[in-house]
């Protein structure tokens, strides 16, 4: 019953996908309709007139989008639902597809890791249906053909549901790249703009490269079993060595598709590029499937960590958290700007989960689950305010038609809605205390203060150091929010656009959202719920579980025990809601002070203009001037002098480009070399026939002296 | 049996068919004709096979056995589909005026010739006829890839006649070397017989056998395109008509391959040094290498995918080479999904030129706003021959990545750089040519995909499962070859 | 083994294989095409006759037909076939410069030794005498391919790929007695058609670059002027 | 019975804030040889202010408004956290020190979003100061809290409290860093010399006033009284985690006095050093900050260092 869920879900966002290409081919379906009446003119009469109807030329593409959406949406709920029912289950369902190699069918399996990333994929995909049909009711068909997004995206979320169901190395992989493929193809879909095609091939460049090394570190598990099942791979004994290398081999691929710092360059190329809600599934969830992979890959595949791999994954994570925050902080770009913010996001998850491969490793295995639990409530909650966040974005670039958040503005009072959930959004993903974001940080803090029970004096400074770097990160997008937020929706508008933006009309697109900024809320107060599922990942992956419903009651959170640390959203709530409702009340009774509008203080120089506002650039720079090491900054004031002296200043402009170091360490001496290999490659090519006689010659020649 | 030589007849009478009347209008759908029939011949040799198992010609003259059906049937199937796909192309070339009656003349009886040469390569038990057919594809292409008569495609025609020729005579030394050796231990007359050769594998003497084995890898190799015998490939690929490169691309290279692990197989029975495996590794695995990075370079659209088929006739050397079950499964599934793949490839190519007006890759732009069918075709014949999942060429990719990492862990890493490289060359190119706004110039032309469609369809249905006959037929050929069963 | 010790027919194959090797020898330091051509034309006829000794003395009768091919194809046919072109196309008072001609002689003859160590191992399953000529015949195949690369005329090219062919049958005769008649039947035809085809080239190139050398043909190259 | 005292205990807190404030400007005055306003002038400016008619810029959003709101709720919800008079209080087990810098955070976030509703320039000024010197402050507060939850092995305040009460007197050097880290944090989290001067509306050097320049009679009253609180609750933090006795374990009248009196004393200490350093010290540049933080961090760190090093045997 749960597989047959979980298989609903693969088929209806494949048949969602299939159901898309029917966009072009309505004078198919009508002469098909025309010869089916034709030959069977009394049946049916009432269905005629329904598919008559459906098929009129105004209406098809609207009941044909509306439909596509339908299914999605449909696929997302069987894919949480199921989720939801095998971690409550705590069964391990596994299955067969006569498809794939001859000797070696697809083999399914279905437990609560898995079940765990479909309630992730799920919700997700659920209020991306909500969304689009407002969204890409824009697109104009002959540009941007409704088919090609619809069939990709259909692909899109089955590769990912289809990942999460393998349970051999081949169908992982094909499932994996069918993922990368379709989501290329979505990255590409608007592919005019010379900059996006640069994005998508860079993407699928990464893809590829990343795919093969995962291919690799599989190839590593299987020399040592017999077989590419996920079973076999589990049973094969590796010298630490080799799991090392197919660790190193499965970071490395993961790692790219997860965007960990320094291999992270594609993505926020690629992200931005794509539409909204399909940016929302990539970041919000695809990084997830990457994730899912590795957490499988090591903990499940591999079996046996090892606690410098806990230190490997702890770097690297601080560094992707850092280095993804800094570069968001720096974009103005909005949804570069989130790409980036995945980044960090990704960053800290694999911290935690680093932690957690220590304890695991130093034989602490209750302790490994409560990382394991943060890591894994961290990405369900990235999954939530990043999908938020990328709808919001969405909305806002629908409306304004712009993504440049200093030419934004004022938009609190234009799109209210909007601007709430936006504010939940940033609020979540701020990690600030009643929403999602900060009980998982409060994990990760949680995780790392039980550094004192390891015996390695090393690992016990190297973790609070990194769990401080942790706390930077969070102030740090505390603030790079606070900059979004405040340049998009307050203030005054700096361009006309966002003068003349207006609240969306489709109510989809913010039920879509608002979903999801619910969830965020509802997640933020009630954890329990989420660490409840999670709890079964655990002990199906550790077997181990917290020691949680404390003592305390439902109300709390005490993840370790309640004497060391405990945190009650509800109670806060209360709180809070007490003491402002106290404060509100008391203030507000007097009439005589009832609120006064008037002109805000220009200091006498006649108005205040939207460009006296703080731009982006000018409410970062205190930190770009502190972590300047941080960037490639490239900063150009051009003066123009005029008057007697030519001392005056006529105008001036002034240019920022900041850019990534890994773009100029990493990628562009790669590319360099490749070419210039390959210039050295063309020379054998030199045109002339004696010369390639030569060669034929030459290696006629060599052979025979090499053999005899 | 009487299918074996139904199917040898058919582009005989085709070749006189043509070259008695000439060309007509409707010379093209003839030639469709001839090679569906001929398809329906091999399907029927293929049952036969499938019924009987291993057959062989009471003279000794044919063997068809696993190892070789299925390429005859392939060999059918590509003939016909591009025969489909060089109709229209070719009536479109004669309204640009590029080519005259008589040319297509030429053209249609040489299609039929290098039909038959390619059926009688892959046939014949006899080791000299194969040189002889192998030696007359040569002679039925090499006026077809002059056929526009410009300076370049005369030029591309002399370096592939020469280089060929040239080629293909170290094989004729190897040829009578193997002779020479056989001569040694059994009768003359049919001491050329594979059948028999093979039995006998074990009498022969290894180092005569080594030396010819290096004559024929250096011969049939030219023929493959293996690095640094491959200089003629790219120019006869690029400047003939494409449907000429895309059965170059898609059948000769797989049928000089298959004369390869003919001999190879004869060589593993009698030495029992790897030698000869280790000989293709070496081979394949450079010229995988360098083709990919040749893949970056290019300007001319139909060079970039004569690049990307030596790349991978490279990778399916290598895989024989390696000599165990997977790699040689792996090998064999490469050869079925590229050549479709490639021929699939090269009919979106020529398409893509017809547009544009041009082989230049700068030329080429906006293919999906211009002509959605052919920019989507192309794309996503890029992406099966690049190697993603679900096509088949992800599949033969991946075991041949496991077998390697069986047998020669140290290599993968050479052979993952190689993939990444060549699928960056591959994109760079293909991207700007099939996205973007189109050019003024550019107008859709009259063009039949389905051709494209089968193939890709086919390479999908492959990827995702591969159909028990053909599976059958694939373990049967590797136990022939490896003397193991896939796992 | 001394040769005096052999039967006339091993003693008259090796004088054979001597006189096709220095024909070899005598092609590779040519200059002007009609002698090259002559030359050629010799060494096919040293190719009858050996193949006519070797059916004389096996009185095996398919070589005759062999002989008579050769004799049709290669001294005949060719020579004349591209005489003729020669004339046509004006080139018979032309002389290519041979560049380190003295180089080519020597690596040339450095190629004999080295066909003869290569087919050492041989040696165990037959005469000396049999490996010596066979040691010339692949020499003969390896000097044509020299020829081609030292060579610029496209007419020498055709010479040195026709003097491979005859390598190889040189090798065919004095190895196996000849090949089964099918494949000799084959290659003969082969044979052939390349002759023709090579003619309709030279019309081409000739057309197309005004000229026979190839190196001009280069328009297809990959190299960064 | 404990709830009861919990909420009267942040009742407490509210009310204390201003004196404290009051008691600070007073000590701040003398020492410069001025006359000092009155121990209560504190409390008379938020009445004075909440009985005014307050004046909002013409186009601000309702986030202008609902943020004095929540910017004092916030902190005191942070206050309920802070053991003052007594230990064991169940609002200290709803929430820990990291939920705690939770709410500062929270607070601070709507604090810098009021900042930019208006659009003037010294709003986003202050944002973004604020938001750069806190996000450098957070990491150094929660290396030197680290140390004193390591010691303790847990984050619960309260527990931490009552492990080191039951310690008695231990000498321990991670304590000493961590002090000085967690004073160092202090200053620049409340707005106080070197870092901020809140006494100043010199518009090049302002930070919190510049958020805050557009709020008027009740908003203004809740700012206020909110960075009030915040002062004296790391004040009691600082006061009550390194020498938390006389602080109340069990809630009879007698105890419970004690501890008000044992924290009004400490508070009173602790104020005078803070008026004397401000006093003495100048105000730093802007770009120092990173300097003067990174300090602090490295205090944190040596904290941190010295706790694992050398008071842990393994």
Same mark, same amino acid.
């Not at chain 4, 209560?40 to 009985?51: A, C, G, S």
């Given at each position: 019953?749960?597989?047959?869920?979980?298989?609903?879900?693969?088929?209806?966002?494949?048949?969602?996908?299939?159901?898309?290409?029917?966009?072009?081919?309505?004078?198919?379906?009508?002469?098909?309709?025309?010869?089916?009446?034709?030959?069977?003119?009394?049946?049916?009469?009432?269905?005629?007139?329904?598919?008559?109807?459906?098929?009129?030329?105004?209406?098809?593409?609207?009941?044909?989008?509306?439909?596509?959406?339908?299914?999605?949406?449909?696929?997302?709920?069987?894919?949480?639902?199921?989720?939801?029912?095998?971690?409550?289950?705590?069964?391990?369902?596994?299955?067969?597809?006569?498809?794939?190699?001859?000797?070696?069918?697809?083999?399914?399996?279905?437990?609560?890791?898995?079940?765990?990333?479909?309630?992730?994929?799920?919700?997700?995909?659920?209020?991306?249906?909500?969304?689009?049909?407002?969204?890409?009711?824009?697109?104009?068909?002959?540009?941007?053909?409704?088919?090609?997004?619809?069939?990709?995206?259909?692909?899109?979320?089955?590769?990912?549901?289809?990942?999460?169901?393998?349970?051999?190395?081949?169908?992982?992989?094909?499932?994996?790249?069918?993922?990368?493929?379709?989501?290329?193809?979505?990255?590409?879909?608007?592919?005019?703009?010379?900059?996006?095609?640069?994005?998508?091939?860079?993407?699928?460049?990464?893809?590829?490269?990343?795919?093969?090394?995962?291919?690799?570190?599989?190839?590593?598990?299987?020399?040592?079993?017999?077989?590419?099942?996920?079973?076999?791979?589990?049973?094969?004994?590796?010298?630490?060595?080799?799991?090392?290398?197919?660790?190193?081999?499965?970071?490395?691929?993961?790692?790219?598709?997860?965007?960990?710092?320094?291999?992270?360059?594609?993505?926020?190329?690629?992200?931005?590029?794509?539409?909204?809600? =399909?940016?929302?599934?990539?970041?919000?969830?695809?990084?997830?499937?990457?994730?899912?992979?590795?957490?499988?890959?090591?903990?499940?595949?591999?079996?046996?960590?090892?606690?410098?791999?806990?230190?490997?994954?702890?770097?690297?994570?601080?560094?992707?958290?850092?280095?993804?925050?800094?570069?968001?902080?720096?974009?103005?770009?909005?949804?570069?700007?989130?790409?980036?913010?995945?980044?960090?996001?990704?960053?800290?998850?694999?911290?935690?989960?680093?932690?957690?491969?220590?304890?695991?490793?130093?034989?602490?295995?209750?302790?490994?689950?409560?990382?394991?639990?943060?890591?894994?409530?961290?990405?369900?909650?990235?999954?939530?305010?990043?999908?938020?966040?990328?709808?919001?974005?969405?909305?806002?670039?629908?409306?304004?038609?712009?993504?440049? =958040?200093?030419?934004?503005?004022?938009?609190?009072?234009?799109?209210?809605?909007?601007?709430?959930?936006?504010?939940?959004?940033?609020?979540?993903?701020?990690?600030?205390?009643?929403?999602?974001?900060?009980?998982?940080?409060?994990?990760?803090?949680?995780?790392?203060?039980?550094?004192? =029970?390891?015996?390695?004096?090393?690992?016990?400074?190297?973790?609070?150091?990194?769990?401080?770097?942790?706390?930077?990160?969070?102030?740090?997008?505390?603030?790079?929010?606070?900059?979004?937020?405040?340049?998009?929706?307050?203030?005054?508008?700096?361009?006309?656009?966002?003068?003349?933006?207006?609240?969306?009309?489709?109510?989809?697109?913010?039920?879509?959202?608002?979903?999801?900024?619910?969830?965020?809320?509802?997640?933020? =107060?009630?954890?329990?719920?989420?660490?409840?599922?999670?709890?079964?990942?655990?002990?199906?992956?550790?077997?181990?579980?917290?020691?949680?419903?404390?003592?305390?009651?439902?109300?709390?959170?005490?993840?370790?025990?309640?004497?060391?640390?405990?945190?009650?959203?509800?109670?806060?709530?209360?709180?809070?809601?007490?003491?402002?409702?106290?404060?509100?009340?008391?203030?507000?009774?007097?009439?005589?002070?009832?609120?006064?509008?008037?002109?805000?203080?220009?200091?006498?120089?006649?108005?205040?203009?939207?460009?006296?506002?703080?731009?982006?650039?000018?409410?970062?720079?205190?930190?770009?001037?502190?972590?300047?090491?941080?960037?490639?900054?490239?900063?150009?004031?051009?003066?123009?002098?005029?008057?007697?002296?030519?001392?005056?200043?006529?105008?001036?402009?002034?240019?920022?480009?900041?850019?990534?170091?890994?773009?100029?360490?990493?990628?562009?001496?790669?590319?360099?070399?490749?070419?210039?290999?390959?210039?050295?490659?063309?020379?054998?090519?030199?045109?002339?026939?004696?010369?390639?006689?030569?060669?034929?010659?030459?290696?006629?020649?060599?052979?025979?002296?090499?053999?005899? | 049996?009487?299918?074996?030589?139904?199917?040898?007849?058919? +582009?005989?009478?085709?070749?006189?068919?043509?070259?008695?009347?000439?060309?007509?209008?409707?010379?093209? /759908?003839?030639?469709?004709?001839?090679?569906?029939?001929?398809?329906?011949?091999?399907?029927?040799?293929?049952?036969?096979?499938?019924?009987?198992?291993?057959?062989? !010609?009471?003279?000794?003259?044919?063997?068809?056995?696993?190892?070789?059906?299925?390429?005859?049937?392939?060999?059918?199937?590509?003939?016909?589909?591009?025969?489909?796909?060089?109709?229209?192309?070719?009536?479109?070339? /004669?309204?640009?005026?590029?080519?005259?009656?008589?040319?297509?003349?030429?053209?249609?009886?040489?299609?039929?010739?290098?039909?038959?040469?390619?059926?009688?390569?892959?046939?014949?038990?006899?080791?000299?006829?194969?040189?002889?057919?192998?030696?007359?594809?040569?002679?039925?292409?090499?006026?077809?890839?002059?056929?526009?008569?410009? +300076?370049?495609?005369?030029?591309?025609?002399?370096?592939?006649?020469?280089?060929?020729?040239?080629?293909?005579?170290?094989?004729?030394?190897?040829?009578?070397?193997?002779?020479?050796?056989?001569?040694?231990?059994?009768?003359?007359?049919?001491?050329?017989?594979?059948?028999?050769?093979?039995?006998?594998?074990?009498?022969?003497?290894?180092?005569?056998?080594?030396?010819?084995?290096?004559?024929?890898?250096?011969?049939?190799?030219?023929?493959?395109?293996?690095?640094?015998?491959?200089?003629?490939?790219?120019?006869?690929?690029?400047?003939?008509?494409?449907?000429?490169?895309?059965?170059?691309?898609?059948?000769?290279?797989?049928?000089?391959?298959?004369?390869?692990?003919?001999? /190879?197989?004869?060589?593993?029975?009698? !030495?029992?040094?790897?030698?000869?495996?280790?000989?293709?590794?070496?081979?394949?695995?450079?010229?995988?290498?360098?083709?990919?990075?040749?893949?970056?370079?290019?300007?001319?659209?139909?060079?970039?995918?004569?690049?990307?088929?030596?790349?991978?006739?490279?990778?399916?050397?290598?895989?024989?080479?390696?000599?165990?079950?997977?790699?040689?499964?792996?090998?064999?599934?490469?050869?079925?999904?590229?050549?479709?793949? /490639?021929?699939?490839?090269?009919?979106?190519?020529?398409?893509?030129?017809?547009?544009?007006?041009?082989?230049?890759?700068?030329?080429?732009?906006?293919?999906?706003?211009?002509?959605?069918?052919?920019?989507?075709?192309?794309?996503?014949?890029?992406?099966?021959?690049?190697?993603? +999942?679900?096509?088949?060429?992800?599949?033969?990719?991946?075991?041949?990545?496991?077998?390697?990492?069986?047998?020669?862990?140290?290599?993968?890493?050479?052979?993952?750089?190689?993939?990444?490289?060549?699928?960056?060359?591959?994109?760079?190119?293909?991207? +700007?040519?099939?996205?973007?706004?189109?050019?003024?110039?550019?107008?859709?032309?009259?063009?039949?995909?389905?051709?494209?469609?089968?193939?890709?369809?086919?390479?999908?249905?492959?990827?995702?499962?591969?159909?028990?006959?053909?599976?059958?037929?694939?373990?049967?050929?590797?136990?022939?070859?490896?003397?193991?069963?896939?796992? | 083994?001394?040769?005096?010790?052999?039967?006339?027919?091993?003693?008259?194959?090796?004088?054979?294989?001597?006189?096709?090797?220095?024909?070899?020898?005598?092609?590779?330091?040519?200059?002007?095409?009609?002698?090259?051509?002559?030359?050629?034309?010799?060494?096919?006829?040293?190719?009858?006759?050996?193949?006519?000794?070797?059916?004389?003395?096996?009185?095996?009768?398919?070589?005759?037909?062999?002989?008579?091919?050769?004799?049709?194809?290669?001294?005949?046919?060719?020579?004349?076939?591209?005489?003729?072109?020669?004339?046509?196309?004006?080139?018979?008072?032309?002389?290519?410069?041979?560049?380190?001609?003295?180089?080519?002689?020597?690596?040339?003859?450095?190629?004999?030794?080295?066909?003869?160590?290569?087919?050492?191992?041989?040696?165990?399953?037959?005469?000396?005498?049999?490996?010596?000529?066979?040691?010339?015949?692949?020499?003969?195949?390896?000097?044509?391919?020299?020829?081609?690369?030292?060579?610029?005329?496209?007419?020498?090219?055709?010479?040195?790929?026709?003097?491979?062919?005859?390598?190889?049958?040189?090798?065919?005769?004095?190895?196996?007695?000849?090949?089964?008649?099918?494949?000799?039947?084959?290659?003969?035809?082969?044979?052939?058609?390349?002759?023709?085809?090579?003619?309709?080239?030279?019309?081409?190139?000739?057309?197309?670059?005004?000229?026979?050398?190839?190196?001009?043909?280069?328009?297809?190259?990959?190299?960064?002027? | 019975?404990?709830?009861?005292?919990?909420?009267?205990?942040?009742?407490?807190?509210?009310?204390?804030?201003?004196?404290?404030?009051?008691?600070?400007?007073?000590?701040?005055?003398?020492?410069?040889?001025?006359?000092?306003?009155?121990?209560?002038?504190?409390?008379?400016?938020?009445?004075?202010?909440?009985?005014?008619?307050?004046?909002?810029?013409?186009?601000?959003?309702?986030?202008?408004?609902?943020?004095?709101?929540?910017?004092?709720?916030?902190?005191?919800?942070?206050?309920?956290?802070?053991?003052?008079?007594?230990?064991?209080?169940?609002?200290?087990?709803?929430?820990?020190?990291?939920?705690?810098?939770?709410?500062?955070?929270?607070?601070?976030?709507?604090?810098?979003?009021?900042?930019?509703?208006?659009?003037?320039?010294?709003?986003?000024?202050?944002?973004?100061?604020?938001?750069?010197?806190?996000?450098?402050?957070?990491?150094?507060?929660?290396?030197?809290?680290?140390?004193?939850?390591?010691?303790?092995?847990?984050?619960?305040?309260?527990?931490?409290?009552?492990?080191?009460?039951?310690?008695?007197?231990?000498?321990?050097?991670?304590?000493?860093?961590?002090?000085?880290?967690?004073?160092?944090?202090?200053?620049?989290?409340?707005?106080?010399?070197?870092?901020?001067?809140?006494?100043?509306?010199?518009?090049?050097?302002?930070?919190?006033?510049?958020?805050?320049?557009?709020?008027?009679?009740?908003?203004?009253?809740?700012?206020?009284?909110?960075?009030?609180?915040?002062?004296?609750?790391?004040?009691?933090?600082?006061?009550?985690?390194?020498?938390?006795?006389?602080?109340?374990?069990?809630?009879?009248?007698?105890?419970?006095?004690?501890?008000?009196?044992?924290?009004?004393?400490?508070?009173?200490?602790?104020?005078?050093?803070?008026?004397?350093?401000?006093?003495?010290?100048?105000?730093?540049?802007?770009?120092?900050?990173?300097?003067?933080?990174?300090?602090?961090?490295?205090?944190?760190?040596?904290?941190?260092?010295?706790?694992?090093?050398?008071?842990?045997?393994?």
């Amino acid at each position: 019953m749960i597989l047959l869920l979980a298989y609903g879900a693969v088929l209806l966002s494949f048949a969602s996908g299939l159901l898309a290409l029917m966009m072009n081919q309505r004078q198919m379906l009508l002469d098909l309709c025309q010869y089916w009446y034709k030959k069977f003119p009394d049946r049916h009469k009432f269905g005629r007139s329904i598919f008559e109807n459906a098929l009129k030329e105004r209406r098809y593409p609207h009941l044909l989008r509306q439909v596509v959406f339908v299914l999605l949406g449909l696929s997302g709920i069987f894919a949480a639902l199921a989720g939801v029912s095998v971690m409550l289950g705590q069964e391990i369902i596994t299955d067969q597809i006569g498809l794939g190699l001859p000797w070696l069918p697809w083999h399914v399996r279905f437990d609560s890791l898995s079940g765990f990333f479909y309630l992730i994929i799920g919700i997700a995909v659920t209020a991306v249906s909500l969304y689009g049909p407002g969204y890409v009711h824009a697109y104009d068909e002959s540009q941007h053909p409704f088919a090609v997004l619809g069939l990709f995206t259909g692909l899109f979320v089955s590769g990912m549901l289809l990942v999460l169901l393998a349970d051999d190395a081949f169908f992982f992989m094909i499932a994996w790249e069918l993922m990368s493929v379709a989501s290329y193809f979505l990255v590409a879909f608007q592919h005019e703009n010379p900059a996006n095609r640069r994005a998508a091939f860079l993407y699928l460049l990464m893809a590829e490269v990343g795919a093969l090394a995962i291919i690799l570190g599989f190839g590593v598990l299987a020399s040592f079993a017999d077989g590419f099942t996920f079973d076999a791979l589990r049973e094969a004994k590796l010298s630490t060595t080799w799991a090392s290398i197919a660790f190193a081999l499965a970071l490395l691929g993961f790692g790219m598709k997860a965007g960990v710092v320094p291999i992270h360059v594609w993505l926020p190329e690629a992200h931005p590029v794509a539409p909204s809600h =399909i940016s929302a599934l990539m970041s919000g969830v695809m990084l997830k499937v990457a994730l899912y992979g590795l957490i499988r890959f090591c903990y499940d595949l591999i079996g046996a960590v090892q606690w410098q791999w806990g230190v490997v994954l702890l770097i690297v994570g601080t560094i992707s958290a850092l280095g993804g925050v800094l570069y968001a902080m720096m974009q103005t770009n909005l949804k570069r700007l989130l790409a980036y913010s995945s980044v960090e996001n990704i960053g800290i998850i694999f911290m935690v989960l680093g932690l957690s491969m220590i304890f695991m490793a130093n034989g602490h295995p209750q302790l490994a689950a409560l990382g394991l639990l943060a890591a894994l409530f961290h990405a369900f909650n990235h999954a939530l305010f990043k999908n938020l966040l990328f709808l919001g974005a969405g909305i806002i670039q629908h409306q304004t038609h712009e993504l440049n =958040i200093d030419l934004m503005g004022g938009l609190i009072k234009r799109m209210p809605q909007t601007s709430k959930l936006f504010l939940v959004g940033c609020m979540s993903i701020s990690s600030l205390p009643l929403f999602n974001g900060f009980v998982s940080e409060w994990l990760a803090f949680q995780t790392a203060l039980q550094v004192d =029970i390891l015996d390695n004096g090393v690992l016990r400074s190297l973790i609070p150091v990194s769990a401080a770097a942790l706390a930077l990160t969070a102030a740090l997008a505390a603030a790079c929010f606070v900059n979004v937020f405040g340049m998009i929706f307050l203030g005054q508008a700096r361009s006309r656009h966002s003068e003349k933006a207006h609240e969306v009309k489709e109510k989809g697109m913010l039920a879509g959202s608002a979903l999801l900024a619910g969830l965020c809320f509802f997640i933020g =107060i009630f954890p329990g719920v989420i660490i409840h599922l999670i709890n079964s990942v655990a002990g199906q992956l550790l077997g181990q579980t917290l020691p949680n419903d404390t003592a305390l009651g439902w109300l709390w959170l005490a993840p370790v025990s309640s004497e060391q640390a405990s945190y009650s959203p509800p109670l806060v709530l209360i709180a809070a809601l007490i003491a402002a409702g106290i404060s509100f009340w008391y203030l507000r009774r007097n009439p005589a002070t009832v609120m006064r509008r008037a002109e805000p203080w220009d200091c006498g120089f006649g108005g205040l203009t939207s460009r006296m506002q703080y731009s982006s650039s000018a409410f970062t720079m205190p930190l770009r001037r502190i972590f300047a090491g941080a960037w490639i900054i490239e900063e150009q004031i051009g003066k123009e002098m005029q008057g007697a002296m030519n001392q005056d200043v006529a105008t001036i402009r002034y240019q920022l480009q900041i850019q990534d170091h890994s773009w100029s360490r990493l990628y562009q001496p790669i590319a360099q070399g490749v070419n210039k290999l390959a210039k050295q490659v063309g020379r054998i090519q030199t045109g002339n026939i004696r010369v390639y006689l030569g060669y034929s010659f030459v290696t006629l020649l060599f052979m025979l002296w090499v053999i005899s | 049996m009487i299918a074996a030589y139904l199917v040898l007849l058919i +582009p005989s009478v085709g070749i006189l068919v043509f070259v008695l009347t000439g060309h007509k209008t409707d010379t093209g /759908k003839l030639n469709v004709r001839f090679n569906a029939i001929c398809l329906l011949a091999t399907t029927w040799l293929a049952i036969n096979v499938l019924n009987q198992g291993t057959i062989l !010609s009471s003279g000794k003259a044919f063997l068809i056995d696993p190892f070789n059906v299925y390429l005859i049937v392939l060999t059918a199937f590509v003939g016909l589909t591009t025969s489909i796909f060089s109709a229209p192309y070719m009536a479109h070339e /004669k309204e640009l005026g590029k080519l005259t009656d008589k040319r297509l003349k030429l053209y249609y009886s040489m299609y039929q010739g290098f039909m038959l040469a390619m059926y009688l390569v892959l046939t014949t038990n006899n080791m000299g006829v194969m040189w002889v057919a192998m030696e007359g594809a040569t002679l039925a292409t090499v006026l077809l890839v002059s056929l526009y008569r410009t +300076p370049e495609s005369i030029e591309a025609a002399w370096k592939y006649f020469i280089l060929c020729g040239v080629g293909i005579a170290q094989a004729l030394f190897g040829t009578i070397l193997l002779y020479y050796a056989a001569v040694q231990v059994g009768d003359v007359e049919n001491s050329l017989l594979w059948s028999v050769l093979y039995e006998n594998a074990n009498k022969l003497n290894p180092e005569i056998l080594e030396i010819a084995f290096v004559f024929m890898l250096i011969g049939y190799g030219t023929k493959i395109g293996l690095v640094p015998l491959h200089n003629w490939l790219p120019d006869a690929h690029s400047e003939g008509p494409t449907p000429m490169s895309a059965v170059l691309s898609g059948l000769l290279l797989n049928d000089a391959l298959y004369a390869v692990v003919r001999n /190879k197989m004869l060589v593993d029975g009698a !030495s029992h040094s790897n030698m000869a495996g280790l000989l293709m590794m070496g081979f394949g695995l450079l010229s995988f290498l360098v083709a990919a990075f040749f893949l970056h370079r290019q300007k001319d659209i139909k060079r970039l995918f004569s690049y990307s088929s030596i790349e991978h006739m490279g990778m399916m050397t290598f895989a024989f080479g390696i000599g165990s079950s997977l790699s040689t499964f792996a090998a064999l599934l490469h050869m079925t999904v590229h050549s479709l793949t /490639k021929s699939a490839i090269f009919v979106t190519v020529g398409h893509a030129a017809q547009v544009a007006g041009s082989q230049r890759i700068d030329n080429i732009r906006g293919l999906i706003k211009t002509q959605p069918r052919i920019g989507w075709g192309l794309l996503i014949g890029t992406i099966a021959i690049a190697g993603f +999942p679900p096509f088949g060429v992800f599949t033969s990719e991946f075991l041949v990545l496991l077998a390697t990492m069986h047998s020669y862990p140290w290599l993968t890493p050479l052979l993952l750089l190689g993939i990444g490289i060549a699928f960056a060359g591959l994109f760079r190119h293909i991207q +700007p040519m099939v996205y973007g706004d189109k050019p003024e110039s550019q107008m859709p032309v009259k063009a039949n995909l389905w051709p494209v469609m089968i193939h890709l369809a086919l390479v999908l249905w492959l990827g995702l499962a591969i159909p028990g006959f053909l599976a059958n037929w694939f373990s049967q050929a590797t136990i022939l070859i490896s003397g193991s069963t896939p796992l | 083994m001394n040769i005096g010790h052999q039967d006339f027919y091993t003693q008259a194959i090796l004088s054979m294989a001597a006189l096709v090797g220095l024909t070899s020898f005598l092609m590779l330091g040519q200059g002007r095409l009609l002698r090259l051509i002559f030359v050629f034309a010799l060494q096919g006829f040293l190719l009858t006759l050996t193949t006519a000794l070797t059916a004389y003395s096996l009185d095996n009768h398919h070589l005759y037909i062999s002989a008579a091919l050769t004799l049709a194809l290669k001294v005949m046919f060719i020579p004349w076939m591209l005489r003729r072109q020669v004339l046509l196309m004006n080139m018979h008072r032309d002389i290519e410069a041979l560049k380190n001609n003295t180089a080519v002689m020597m690596g040339g003859a450095s190629l004999m030794v080295f066909s003869y160590y290569v087919l050492h191992p041989i040696v165990q399953t037959s005469s000396t005498i049999m490996l010596n000529a066979l040691a010339v015949s692949l020499s003969v195949v390896l000097l044509g391919m020299l020829l081609m690369i030292s060579h610029r005329q496209a007419v020498a090219h055709v010479v040195g790929f026709m003097s491979i062919e005859n390598g190889l049958f040189f090798a065919a005769i004095v190895a196996t007695n000849g090949m089964p008649m099918v494949v000799e039947l084959g290659v003969a035809f082969d044979v052939l058609v390349a002759a023709v085809l090579f003619g309709i080239f030279f019309f081409h190139i000739r057309t197309s670059i005004d000229s026979l050398d190839v190196d001009r043909l280069n328009r297809l190259h990959e190299v960064d002027k | 019975m404990s709830w009861l005292i919990a909420i009267l205990q942040t009742m407490l807190f509210a009310t204390l804030a201003p004196l404290l404030a009051g008691w600070l400007k007073w000590c701040k005055c003398r020492l410069q040889n001025r006359k000092a306003p009155s121990l209560f002038q504190p409390y008379r400016d938020l009445i004075k202010l909440t009985n005014k008619q307050p004046v909002v810029a013409g186009h601000a959003s309702w986030l202008f408004t609902i943020a004095p709101y929540i910017i004092f709720s916030a902190t005191v919800l942070a206050a309920t956290v802070v053991p003052l008079i007594a230990v064991d209080l169940p609002t200290s087990a709803s929430a820990d020190v990291i939920v705690m810098v939770g709410f500062f955070a929270f607070a601070r976030f709507f604090l810098a979003l009021a900042g930019l509703d208006i659009g003037t320039a010294f709003g986003g000024m202050g944002s973004s100061r604020e938001m750069t010197i806190s996000s450098l402050a957070e990491p150094a507060m929660l290396m030197a809290i680290f140390t004193l939850t390591m010691t303790a092995s847990t984050t619960n305040l309260s527990v931490a409290i009552s492990h080191v009460l039951n310690e008695g007197l231990v000498l321990r050097p991670s304590f000493v860093f961590a002090l000085f880290a967690l004073i160092l944090v202090a200053v620049a989290e409340t707005g106080r010399v070197p870092v901020d001067n809140p006494a100043t509306h010199l518009e090049l050097t302002m930070i919190h006033e510049a958020m805050i320049l557009e709020y008027s009679g009740r908003h203004l009253a809740l700012i206020e009284w909110a960075s009030q609180l915040k002062l004296m609750l790391y004040g009691v933090l600082i006061a009550n985690i390194f020498f938390p006795w006389g602080i109340a374990e069990t809630f009879n009248l007698k105890t419970l006095g004690y501890g008000l009196l044992a924290i009004m004393g400490k508070l009173a200490v602790l104020a005078i050093f803070l008026a004397v350093s401000e006093t003495l010290v100048a105000k730093m540049r802007l770009f120092r900050v990173q300097e003067y933080l990174g300090f602090a961090y490295l205090l944190g760190l040596l904290g941190m260092l010295s706790h694992i090093i050398l008071e842990t045997s393994r």
